[in-house]
């Protein structure tokens, strides 16, 4: 049973560039987060997708935006890339909005995204 | 004041050594208290999951909640170089539209 799948594993961007991260979630699974990790830092929440909406949003500017796709895959993109954007972007999916396993988090391995 | 505080360490002890790892927090309306571990280059994985008070025991590990202090922990009994990883808390209120509040995370390393 595969888990959380994310790609690409690493990528290099200059900045004002603009990037695609993909995440498949989970097999069973119908909700996917996105993170932010900085060196050194905890995940920093993005945002979470569930049937294809965008449910809730952490503190990130618009130029972070995403899609759910029917087979509950997901984007995260980032437009006008900034120095400050390097960092590990994690996508973690659960299954059910607001059943206790909905904070059961399956994250995949990251997308390490540098911005020179 | 973060949510949810947590000393990065870094910290290493010897192997089969009792490790423990706290967070606070000071959010009285978290129910949901996890502790994931992250090996360098991966992504963080479920290690524990406690709802509300009281103490968890899986293998060498176990997670305690105290509400009343708001304050988690995680204990590591005999400790093996394995173990080395950052350890991350995590908390959540009940409820559709609950959010997950993260630690900074602590760096643990176990020497052989």
């Known amino acids: 049973d595969a888990g959380v799948t994310q790609s690409p594993t690493h990528l290099i961007k200059t900045r004002g560039q603009q990037v695609t991260l993909r995440c498949s979630p989970k097999?069973?699974?119908?909700?996917v987060s996105w993170y932010q990790q900085a060196l050194g830092q905890g995940p920093q929440f993005i945002f979470q997708?569930?049937?294809?909406?965008?449910?809730q949003r952490g503190n990130f500017p618009d130029r972070f935006s995403g899609h759910q796709f029917p087979n509950y895959s997901s984007e995260l993109n980032v437009n006008a890339l900034l120095l400050g954007d390097s960092a590990l972007y994690l996508c973690?999916?659960?299954?059910?909005?607001?059943?206790?396993?909905?904070?059961?988090?399956?994250f995949g391995a990251g997308s390490r995204l540098t911005v020179l | 004041q973060k949510e949810v505080e947590q000393d990065p360490g870094p910290l290493s002890v010897p192997e089969g050594a009792i490790v423990s790892l706290n967070c606070t927090y000071s959010?009285?309306?978290?129910?949901?208290f996890m502790w994931y571990r992250q090996y360098s280059r991966k992504g963080p994985e479920l290690l524990m999951y406690?709802?509300s008070s009281g103490n968890k025991e899986d293998g060498r590990f176990t997670a305690q909640v105290d509400k009343s202090s708001k304050y988690i922990s995680l204990f590591i009994r005999d400790s093996q170089p394995s173990d080395s990883a950052t350890y991350l808390c995590?908390?959540?209120?009940?409820?559709?539209?609950?959010?997950?509040?993260w630690g900074l995370g602590t760096s643990l390393a176990v020497n052989p």
């Open positions: 097999s069973g699974h119908d909700t």
């Open positions: 995590a908390m959540s209120t009940a409820g559709n539209n609950r959010k997950l509040i």
């Open positions: 997708y569930y049937e294809e909406e965008e449910r």
């Open positions: 973690a999916s659960s299954h059910g909005q607001g059943a206790p396993g909905a904070n059961v988090l399956t």
């Open positions: 406690t709802y």
């Open positions: 959010n009285s309306a978290f129910q949901y």
